[in-house]
């Protein structure tokens, strides 16, 4: 599950790239509003960003998240990401 778009967010192209490779990979993903509820009892919370790209979140208010370690899926899109940047983007200038 992962949040719309909306105007107290500030989405970005790793957020865009993340779910592009989620449905090209054929993972479950739901695009809704995600309550605080939700969130505190998700296995799984992650953070894109273009500097960071996909940060695992692994505790929440002094919580794991989970089991307080990258989950699972965390790794596999992770992985997939580090493909897409490898096969698609230039190389870093030196």
Not at 24 to 34: D, N, T
Not at 45 to 54: F, G, L, Q, R
């Amino acid at each position: 599950m992962a949040p719309p778009p909306a105007e107290n967010m500030l989405t970005g192209i790793t957020y865009d790239v993340v779910l592009e490779l989620a449905r090209r990979h054929g993972l479950a993903l739901e695009q809704r509003a995600v309550t605080e509820d939700e969130l505190r009892a998700a296995d799984e919370v992650w953070i894109t960003s273009s500097s960071k790209e996909i940060l695992a979140v692994v505790e929440l208010d002094g919580r794991p998240v989970g089991n307080g370690e990258p989950g699972p899926i965390y790794r596999l899109i992770h992985d997939y990401y580090q493909d897409f940047k490898a096969a698609e983007m230039r190389p870093p200038l030196p």
